[in-house]
């Protein structure tokens, strides 16, 4: 039987499990509330599931719990954080806070952050800073699964990139939040439990070949949304978290999906504009709003981001991840 938890006591019990696996307690609280939202907002693959991989990464060592990120560079708009190996999300938050603080003075921040971890759902940070009137975008790079346009064998992270955009009151952000995988590979990895195939065209076997077998599939590569042209997007990302923070390459970072290997230190960047520094503000709402108006017109349209602003007051899990849950916070 799924079990449901209120929104509180799900963080409450992902802080707790955090913090017996060794994060220290302002660590354990950003993410506890990262996975949580992630959840309540239906992006369950960065959510509650992603816990006890990290407590595994807490306890071998592939993630600091004592970090703490820190400023180390800045110039003007331009600001570099080191999340010191620690898990990415206290990390995020100060680069909200850069981000925001320094748009607002300047028009325009750009805020990198490296020897970070895995990011989770990217449309989290820019939808904060979308609610504070900002234009945002955030990406991150992720170890290897892809080919480079034309190539093989995995190179790319899947890269995930995110934007919002803040609209008038009372309406929520608009906000983009994708991976640049064909499919998220969590999807191959429940066909290759079932034994079930892929379609083709999500994956190329460990010989560069195209395969509908999921196990073949896992030791292989995943292929870009939208072929050579998905493919040659990632590299930019690749290229904006690593080249220009000193992170590592996603082939330099071993996989998420074993609990021993290194630590992963990927890169992040976020970008934050002040609408009034350009057009103007009271001009960037009335042409944002002309183009949702013309969305609107097909009642088939859905706006991105609009189911985020009614948040469940609960989280219905499945059995086993709610016994999980409890398992790593130490009540059962």
Same mark, same amino acid.
């Not at 209120?6 to 060794?22: I, M």
């Given at each position: 039987?799924? #079990?449901?938890?209120?929104?509180?006591?799900?963080?409450?019990? %992902?802080?707790?499990?955090?913090?017996?696996?060794?994060?220290? *307690?302002?660590?354990?609280?950003?993410?506890?509330?990262?996975?949580?939202?992630?959840?309540?907002?239906?992006?369950?693959?960065?959510?509650?599931?992603?816990?006890? $991989?990290?407590?595994?990464?807490?306890?071998?060592?592939?993630?600091?719990?004592?970090? #703490?990120?820190?400023?180390?560079?800045?110039?003007?708009?331009?600001?570099?954080?080191?999340? %010191?190996?620690?898990? %990415?999300?206290?990390?995020?938050?100060?680069?909200?806070?850069?981000?925001?603080?320094?748009?607002?003075?300047?028009?325009? %921040?750009?805020?990198?952050?490296?020897? /970070?971890?895995?990011?989770?759902?990217?449309?989290?940070?820019?939808?904060?800073?979308?609610?504070?009137?900002?234009?945002?975008?955030?990406?991150?790079? /992720?170890?290897?699964?892809?080919?480079?346009?034309?190539?093989?064998?995995?190179? =790319?992270?899947?890269?995930?990139?995110?934007?919002?955009?803040?609209?008038?009151?009372?309406?929520? *952000?608009?906000?983009?939040? =994708?991976?640049? /995988?064909?499919?998220? @590979?969590?999807?191959?990895? @429940?066909?290759?439990? $079932?034994? #079930?195939?892929?379609?083709?065209?999500?994956?190329?076997?460990?010989?560069?070949?195209?395969?509908?077998?999921?196990?073949?599939?896992?030791?292989?590569?995943?292929?870009? =949304?939208?072929?050579?042209?998905?493919?040659?997007?990632?590299?930019?990302?690749?290229?904006?978290?690593?080249?220009?923070?000193?992170?590592?390459?996603?082939?330099?970072?071993?996989?998420?999906?074993?609990?021993?290997?290194?630590?992963?230190?990927?890169?992040?960047?976020?970008?934050?504009?002040?609408?009034?520094?350009?057009?103007?503000?009271?001009?960037?709402?009335?042409?944002?709003?002309?183009?949702?108006? #013309?969305?609107?017109?097909?009642?088939?349209?859905?706006?991105?981001?609009?189911?985020?602003?009614?948040? *469940?007051?609960?989280?219905?899990? *499945?059995?086993?991840?709610?016994?999980?849950?409890?398992?790593?916070?130490?009540?059962?």
């Amino acid at each position: 039987m799924p #079990e449901v938890l209120p929104l509180d006591e799900a963080r409450s019990l %992902a802080e707790r499990a955090l913090e017996r696996a060794g994060a220290r *307690p302002a660590m354990a609280r950003a993410t506890a509330e990262a996975l949580v939202l992630a959840e309540a907002i239906g992006q369950a693959g960065h959510g509650l599931s992603r816990l006890a $991989q990290y407590c595994a990464f807490l306890r071998n060592g592939r993630a600091d719990g004592a970090a #703490e990120p820190r400023v180390i560079r800045e110039r003007g708009g331009a600001v570099l954080i080191d999340a %010191a190996h620690g898990l %990415a999300y206290p990390a995020l938050l100060l680069a909200e806070a850069e981000a925001a603080r320094r748009a607002r003075a300047l028009g325009v %921040a750009c805020v990198g952050i490296t020897n /970070s971890h895995h990011a989770g759902a990217m449309g989290l940070p820019v939808a904060r800073l979308a609610g504070q009137g900002l234009v945002a975008l955030a990406f991150t790079n /992720s170890p290897a699964a892809m080919p480079v346009p034309g190539g093989r064998r995995p190179l =790319l992270g899947t890269n995930p990139i995110a934007a919002a955009f803040p609209r008038a009151a009372p309406h929520p *952000p608009l906000i983009v939040d =994708l991976a640049l /995988s064909t499919v998220a @590979r969590g999807r191959i990895l @429940r066909a290759a439990e $079932q034994g #079930e195939p892929i379609p083709q065209g999500w994956a190329l076997d460990a010989e560069g070949q195209p395969t509908t077998d999921a196990r073949a599939a896992l030791s292989g590569a995943m292929l870009a =949304l939208g072929g050579d042209k998905g493919a040659a997007l990632a590299l930019a990302v690749e290229l904006l978290c690593v080249a220009l923070t000193g992170a590592a390459f996603g082939f330099e970072a071993d996989s998420f999906f074993v609990e021993e290997g290194n630590r992963p230190r990927l890169g992040q960047m976020l970008l934050a504009i002040d609408p009034g520094a350009l057009a103007g503000e009271g001009l960037y709402l009335s042409r944002i709003e002309a183009l949702i108006s #013309e969305m609107e017109r097909d009642p088939a349209v859905r706006i991105p981001g609009a189911r985020r602003a009614r948040l *469940p007051a609960s989280l219905t899990l *499945p059995d086993p991840l709610a016994a999980s849950l409890r398992r790593l916070a130490g009540e059962g």
